[in-house]
Each structure stands twice: as structure tokens, then as C-alpha cells.
């Protein structure tokens, strides 16, 4: 699955829940919107409903390219659940699907979300931190919601468990994160591409 348009391609970390303000979705919605109006082809779990199916519809409503990842078990589960048109590719297992979900992906962007989500987070920080990637991490902090996680990692850093450096950059808004990946991942591909 190769990226056919301009544009970079943008992994989004989101829960398949709304959460308990209507400001999560309406994130979700305005960050699947800029993808679109930047070009950039969103990609994601393929859910239809939460923050999860806010992205997908902003990106749709827009016109813009998306690859949804999904493992069997979920898309059997989801199936009746409405989901805008997509590329969907179906994985064996949730490890799969994060796999191929970061080798898409330029950079990533996370939303308010669960467990799955902090799973995935962290397993980007991880190779950041450890030089395996160095692509972009942006948290979107709607509402305080990266707050405590942040609070967390510094508590950490503080007991010399992780480096000070964060290998994320915390915004507050959609707009914000697209702005930001544009400038450090949309400048690191076009440096390779001379």
C-alpha cells in the first residue's frame, strides 16, 4: 500500500470511544479536515464510531485519502458499524496491525484514547527514544487530556528512568499538529528526496 497522492502520510492514535466531551470528537473531526485540506492521507485503526470514526468522516467529508488497519477479530465485531470509504486492510492480530500502521506512516498524531492508544504511543516514543525511528509525535491536549500522562513521563524523567528530553511535542489543537508535522516531517522527506 503505497501513498499515490502529494502529501505525507499521517498515522493517527485515537479511541473507538468519544469520551466524556463532545470537544474529542469535534478534535477528531477538525484533525481528519486539515489532513484532507493538506493533502496528507490519514492513517488509522479503520473504526467507525468514537474519536476513531470523527477522523475518518473529516477526512471523507473532505475528499481525503485514507487506509484503515484492521485485525480480523475487530472487523468481524465492527462490521455493522458505519465507516467512510477506505483502503482496509485486514491484519491476523492487534500486533500486525500496529506494524504496518507505523511503516506507513511520515509521523503520528495522537488523540484522547485508551488503552490501545497508550500502547501505541508508547511503542513510538520507545524507538524514538531508543534511534530506531525519529519521526514526529505530536499529542493533541483537548480539554487536559495528555495532562497526567505528561505529569507521568516527567515523574519518570525525574527518577532518571527515561531521558528529559520528551521525544513528543504536546498542542493544543488540530490545526496546530498538522502545522507542526509539516514543518519537521514534511521537511525531512523533502531533503530525501533530493
Given at each position: 500500500?503505497?501513498?499515490?497522492?502529494?502529501?505525507?502520510?499521517?498515522?493517527?492514535?485515537?479511541?473507538?470511544?468519544?469520551?466524556?466531551?463532545?470537544?474529542?470528537?469535534?478534535?477528531?473531526?477538525?484533525?481528519?479536515?486539515?489532513?484532507?485540506?493538506?493533502?496528507?492521507?490519514?492513517?488509522?485503526?479503520?473504526?467507525?464510531?468514537?474519536?476513531?470514526?470523527?477522523?475518518?468522516?473529516?477526512?471523507?467529508?473532505?475528499?481525503?485519502?485514507?487506509?484503515?488497519?484492521?485485525?480480523?477479530?475487530?472487523?468481524?465485531?465492527?462490521?455493522?458499524?458505519?465507516?467512510?470509504?477506505?483502503?482496509?486492510?485486514?491484519?491476523?492480530?492487534?500486533?500486525?496491525?500496529?506494524?504496518?500502521?507505523?511503516?506507513?506512516?511520515?509521523?503520528?498524531?495522537?488523540?484522547?484514547?485508551?488503552?490501545?492508544?497508550?500502547?501505541?504511543?508508547?511503542?513510538?516514543?520507545?524507538?524514538?527514544?531508543?534511534?530506531?525511528?525519529?519521526?514526529?509525535?505530536?499529542?493533541?491536549?483537548?480539554?487536559?487530556?495528555?495532562?497526567?500522562?505528561i505529569d507521568l513521563v516527567?515523574?519518570?524523567?525525574?527518577?532518571?528512568?527515561?531521558?528529559?528530553?520528551?521525544?513528543?511535542?504536546?498542542?493544543?489543537?488540530?490545526?496546530?499538529?498538522?502545522?507542526?508535522?509539516?514543518?519537521?516531517?514534511?521537511?525531512?522527506?523533502?531533503?530525501?528526496?533530493?
Amino acid at each position: 500500500m503505497t501513498n499515490s497522492g502529494g502529501g505525507l502520510s499521517i498515522c493517527v492514535f485515537c479511541g473507538a470511544s468519544p469520551g466524556d466531551s463532545p470537544a474529542y470528537t469535534q478534535a477528531g473531526y477538525e484533525l481528519g479536515e486539515r489532513l484532507a485540506a493538506g493533502d496528507h492521507r490519514l492513517v488509522y485503526g479503520a473504526g467507525g464510531i468514537g474519536i476513531m470514526g470523527a477522523v475518518a468522516r473529516g477526512a471523507a467529508d473532505n475528499n481525503g485519502r485514507i487506509a484503515g488497519i484492521i485485525p480480523e477479530f475487530l472487523r468481524e465485531r465492527e462490521r455493522n458499524h458505519d465507516i467512510p470509504p477506505q483502503e482496509v486492510v485486514v491484519t491476523d492480530d492487534l500486533a500486525r496491525r500496529k506494524s504496518i500502521m507505523m511503516d506507513l506512516a511520515d509521523a503520528f498524531v495522537c488523540l484522547p484514547g485508551g488503552y490501545g492508544t497508550l500502547n501505541e504511543l508508547l511503542e513510538v516514543i520507545s524507538m524514538n527514544v531508543m534511534g530506531i525511528e525519529d519521526r514526529p509525535l505530536v499529542l493533541v491536549n483537548t480539554h487536559g487530556f495528555w495532562d497526567s500522562f505528561i505529569d507521568l513521563v516527567d515523574g519518570f524523567a525525574g527518577r532518571r528512568f527515561i531521558p528529559e528530553e520528551k521525544h513528543f511535542t504536546v498542542v493544543g489543537s488540530p490545526v496546530e499538529a498538522i502545522e507542526h508535522i509539516e514543518a519537521t516531517a514534511g521537511s525531512r522527506l523533502a531533503a530525501t528526496m533530493e
